[in-house]
T-cell receptor, first 113, second 111 residues
């Protein structure tokens, strides 16, 4: 079956540091890939997505590229802010699953001033 | 409404008690999903509705869990005879043509 593996947290960074959160997946066919973010006390929000190989999703300074050869979708941001402190979830949706999402365990990111 | 609304926001249940969790999706959203998120984990799929039809309930962990969406709008997730392992945040999401919106969830604590 489908699965998503992402790096464990917490990841603690200083403001303006570079952030990478690794995500790899196992899936049949060609899934769509997502990054969701959960700020403290709030619901899950879509951060970015990519629907086919070599697509790059981007939003709010975050980027992730759909790499089919390495089955990866790593999240990056060049200069983090304190407001980026949150839990980040990598997820996939299989082509035949009507949008059902398979999530990774989440990575907590803490950005200090 | 503007977003997906879930109620109650918090629920404490004694072990063995039945609970009902409500989800008000965005008006017009055909698809509705329920997920269970245990502490420190990612959400796990429970069930999926397309309008009033429950097309996938493969994620429901036991026959104590039951979901309905009788008129294709509001949905209720019912858990009978709650147990401690049911403690989690229950998330509802609605979708129209693939764009998901999640509610803030109901945090269920079974004591």
């Amino acid at each position: 079956g489908n699965s998503v593996t992402q790096m464990e947290g917490p990841v603690t960074l200083s403001e303006e540091a570079f952030l990478t959160i690794n995500c790899t997946y196992t899936a049949t066919g060609y899934p769509s890939l997502f990054w969701y973010v959960q700020y403290p006390g709030e619901g899950l929000q879509l951060l970015l997505k990519a629907t086919k190989a070599d697509d790059k999703g981007s939003n709010k300074g975050f980027e992730a590229t759909y790499r089919k050869e390495t089955t990866s979708f790593h999240l990056e941001k060049g200069s983090v802010q304190v407001s980026d402190s949150a839990v980040y979830f990598c997820a996939l949706s299989g082509p035949d699953s009507w949008g059902k999402l398979q999530f990774g365990a989440g990575t907590q990111v803490v950005v200090t001033p | 409404g503007a977003g997906v609304s879930q109620s109650p926001r918090y629920k404490v249940a004694k072990r063995g008690q039945d609970v009902a969790l409500r989800c008000d999706p965005i008006s017009g959203h055909v698809s509705l999903f329920w997920y269970q998120q245990a502490l420190g984990q990612g959400p796990e799929f429970l069930t999926y509705f397309q309008n009033e039809a429950q097309l996938d309930k493969s994620g429901l962990p036991s026959d104590r869990f039951f979901a309905e969406r009788p008129e294709g709008s509001v949905s209720t997730l019912k858990i009978q005879r709650t147990q401690q392992e049911d403690s989690a945040v229950y998330l509802c999401a609605s979708s129209l043509r693939g764009g998901y919106t999640f509610g803030s969830g109901t945090r269920l604590t079974v004591v």
